[in-house]
């Protein structure tokens, strides 16, 4: 397993790749789905920050669909994240820090988290952002008309980075108990 020829970011130059190694520690399980799977981890860098880690499938099926758009998952949310954060969109709290990115990683020395990647054509590509506990999407229970003009307003920023949110949905808009709003 390898990354493939289009799909391999230069990691050399770009300020946002990071190396896995033995740096990451992942600590549970959050989420998954069909084309990727969502962690707690830690990085070994002196400190006990939290972060998330979203690890995408990849097996070489990556294209755009008729109209253009970038069927490629991590590659959308690499681009995004990038975007927001050159435009201070993570920095001012409308979306979660983004810290970079890893290339491949390995699914062997992550076992027995990243099990259902061992056989993908190639080695999973991952994100870095923010971990935000406990952290609930907007729903009927929580709305409330400030919370909604607050993410009318950060929608805007996310469009101002030049990213265009494709499914924005109440569960996608998510809230963190002490935050306004």
């Known amino acids: 397993m390898g990354s493939s020829y289009s799909e391999t970011y230069d990691t050399a130059t770009d300020p946002f790749s990071l190396k896995a190694d033995d740096d990451l520690t992942i600590c549970k399980s959050l989420q998954h789905s069909e084309a990727s799977s969502v962690y ?49 969109v993570c920095q001012n709290g409308v979306v979660p820090y983004f810290y970079g990115y890893f290339n491949e990683l390995d699914p062997a020395l992550y076992r027995p988290y990243l099990n259902h990647f061992e056989n993908d054509v190639y080695k999973p590509k991952a994100i870095l952002p923010e971990y935000l506990p406990n952290a609930e999407g907007l729903n009927c229970l929580n709305y409330s008309d400030q919370r909604f003009e607050i993410a009318i307003r950060g929608l805007s920023k996310i469009h101002e980075a030049h990213v265009l949110h494709y499914d924005v949905y109440p569960k996608n808009i998510l809230l963190v108990p002490g935050h306004l709003g």
């Open 40 to 88: 707690e981890v830690m990085l070994k860098n002196g400190k006990n920050d939290r972060y998330c880690l979203k690890v995408y499938h990849d097996n070489g099926e990556h294209g755009y669909s008729k109209k253009g758009r970038d069927l490629y998952r991590f590659r959308c949310e690499l681009n995004a994240y990038r975007n927001l954060r050159l435009h201070g």
